[in-house]
């Protein structure tokens, strides 16, 4: 308790310690955002409510890891995390998805946790458990005489999500394919009618998704670091987002990766870091027994 | 290629683990001692070195001619089981050791978690248990009477920074309750005892806490940490938190140009940082439980620098070997040692002989106390300089002095 | 209700073999009792998801709940908890066979009484979400229970508690835990035999079809689904108070909140033993632990690849069951020869159908 207070102290105190963490907690934000993205895409569109996100990612970390260790810079991970991921959701969507999206809700959600086992179990295998981390090798910069530091990496980290957020909700807005996915994230049944090929719309969506991962996973093993089993840390967090925003509301969805950043960075400063991890989980639920509230009015006023 | 080699060696160990030991045993019997340790799970990486070493030390002490008892030849043999880094996992395998399979000598399971959960099984069944593996204090104080760690807990992997820091500020004409200190551990049995044994150390010098975090074992991102360091300016910075706390807080630590002059981390080498950050690594202080340069011996393994020299002929994959590796061999050791001593296969006799050990090795002397765990041991404190390991204390080991403040260039 | 319905014969065999198991196979009598444990687990799992249509991902929460509870109602009994669990403690804490089986016994009950308010506490949260969002924000639930132990100090935080230690030579413990754990699931297995022939199966099954029409009907779901959790929570609660017990050692993330093994177990052993069924979850639970206790060693770190390829061919590929599978196949057989004789008898009692399949 004491340590609480001392630390809003030192935020009352020293006002810059506010912005440092306000920063940190939007760049951290932009990574969540664009994964988060991706969940909710493959959630609206194909109802499929992926529990291997966070594994993905991880993939996408262990692969740029490895061009680092042949030498290559950690940045041109990014499009090859990209193409390997985006192979990797192909085969899955064949031989899994495919067969999970007309079934019931939980059939989806088990699904992917099984292969979300296979993989931190197949990274364990092939790369061993050590944590691991790739160094793009970009000078830290510094503000306010030394009270705000910025690692350059961060700020390329958040420039690339919000590059790929941009260029996908452009591609979601103009393109063809774009179009076909959102008619049939609206009436699938509907799409089919007017002649969209549905079972190409969701092999791409979920390919898209996949590539998404594999790139923020290439931006999370440059920022922090990846380890075989971490994957479902991240999954939880994106799943807490995307059910605080709605996963229709794909603007509210990115709005949420950016704020669930800084409300970590904040709780975690004020309680410890012990509580970071507690306070997402409480999070979730609050957010779910506001949802209650809420449908309970709507209820009460239908009834 | 990476992958391949690596799925090449995990087979291969597998493959090992299950093959008769020797050709050559045919006039001797084996003599089994179990051991269910971490294939799969977080702790695989230091499941597979303590296999090493135990492995190591098997090969070593058949080939010279195995164990003596009663004037019967023993070949010592061990039975693996793989407990996927969960406590209740090895508690069950452990049963099933002793239960099913008959095994009347334990051997440890990496890490306080897991040997945690055993102890209450190998109690029960009145098996005595040599463990190199788990150093957290809390082990020792239940009572238990089959088990006996050789290791030196974890409460004094810290505590010789504190010790430095307030060296340091009687040097500089200071009282050391002025210092500063910050802290960070990860949230389990190990990390929390090491914190333990901090917190009594700064009471008697009445020094100052200023952060007193803990990190959960899946989080790779400790940043708040760092903004409260760089908000509250330390004077002492302590981290343990196992090799992944050691990787994310180096890595951190670069990008928030943490500048504290005394900064004391654990498990620097299981988490590579000298190769993965040089720079910001440079001035660590980091605890280990044995070093090649130590001055010890034995005559089976010889010293510590050739026990170093063999283990790297044998594991070429080891740059620098870690000393998971050393205590398992030396906990095969002491087995032997109490076979010989018992004369006997009796549990209840080779226990009463282990009470009595009293062994130099090439790990350092083990006797054990009434709670079974070497008091005698002592930690080694390594400051990272020039990219070396250097040993900075205990003052009568020590092959450099501290470099105070650390040379922090980022 | 009527005595026909709670088959004397098929739960005297069971009988049978639960007392006959550890006597035959003394040195297999841990591997059983946790299997006993798995039954309790996939058949107390099954009263939602199966017989309710809600999957729940956090069931664990209760039995982690009752084991820290019995932890801390059997220290607390006679010494300072904080003290006992603390790091700092250098003394060696003995409890006398008395005090051992009075905080045993005591705990044990506490422990699913706590598990069951509990439960009707979260049933606030968790039962105005349907579908996905229910089996997340159960999830949700269970790995807050996890995270709050970790973070507890009074309860050794991540450290975990070393339990009391058993009074007795190791064949009379594993006895007793034997014992207990068999009595638990087949107390668990006769209950539910009867409750699934009462109104209240009917009412559940009801939701399961259709929740609207239920509710049309004049149903009370929120309290049919508020008592069918908190029955779950208080079996978990005491089956969580004996395995804490068992194992000698509980800490949260592992042993007492394991959300992805025993909590992920329990689902998978519902399914493959065939849903919404009586005896899908005893055959699943059997199956799934014989294979895992006889293969799972010699897998060498590939059991989790196996593990999860196995969760995914089942939920594609074989969702109905091995029951599910056997009442489709053989209707004449299987269909009637579980089936209660004597037409005044509801045809749902004994789970015909396995829960129809499709989005809802």
Redesign the interface.
Known sequence: MEQVIGNISVLAAMPIFNLGLLIDGLLVGSIFALAAYGLALVWGVMNVKNLAQGDFIMIGGYITWTLGRMGIDPLLGVPVAMVVLWGIGWVLYRTVISKVITRDLFTSLLATFGIAIVIQQGLNLAFGPDTQSAHANLPTLSFAGGLITIATTRIVGFVLAILLAIAVILFMRKSRMGQAIRATAQDSRAARVLGIDTEKVYSFTFCLNAAICGAAGALVVMVWNVQPFLGTTYSIRLFVIVTAAGFGNLPGVIAAGFGMGVFEQFGGFVLGAEFQQALIVLLLLAVLAVRQLQQRRVRQAVQ | MLNSARFAAMLATAALAYAPISAQAQACEDLILGAALSATGIYAANGLNTQHGYEFAVKKINDAGGIQIGGKCFHLKIKYYDDESTPARAAQLVERLIDQDKVKFMLGPYGSPLTKAILPVVEKYKIPLVQGEAASRSLFTQGYKYQFGIVATSEKYLTPVIDMAAALAKKAGKDPSSVKVAMIYQDDAFSLDVRQGVIEQIKKYSMQTVIDDRMPKDLNDVTTFFTKVKALQPDVLLISGHEKGAATAARQMGEFKTAVPLIGVTHCEAAKIVSDFPKIAEGFVCPTQWDETMKASDPMFGSAAEYNKAMQAAHPEYKVVPYQTAQATAAVYVWADAFKRAQSLDPEKVRDALTKTDLPTFYGGVKFADDGSNPGKEIVMRQIQGGKYLVVSPADVAVAPLIYPRDANY | MSRTSLHPLTMGLLLLVGIAAPLLFP?????VA?LWLMIVFASTWDILGGQMGY?S?GNIFFFGAGMYTSAVVQIGLFYDVGMYTS????????FTTTQYFAGFALGTITGGVAAALLAVATS???F??R???F???TL??A??GA??M??WEWVG????I??P??PGA?DT?KLFFYFLLFGLAFVVLVFLRWLYATNFGLAINAIRDDEEKAEAMGLHTRRYKRTAWTIAAFFLGIAGAIFGNM???I?P???AF?T??FN?FM?LMV?LGGKGTFWGPVVGAVVFHVIKEVTW?YF??????A??????II???F?QGIVGWLMEKYPERFGIHIAPKGKEEPASAIGLAPHP????
Request: hydrophobic letters at 50%.
């Open positions: 040195a297999y009598t841990n591997q946790v999957n991902l790091g700092a403690r250098t003394t060696h804490i003995v606030w949260i968790v105005g979400l579908g996905p969002y089996a997340i924000g949700g639930v790995v807050a995270e709050l970790a973070s935080a991540a450290a975990g070393s339990m230690v058993f190791p413990q194992t000698g050692f800490e993330r592992d042993i394991p992805t093994t992920i689902i399914l060693t060498l770190g590939w059991q989790f690849i593990l999860g390829l196995l969760i995914v939920v594609v590929y969702q399949e499709g989005a809802k």
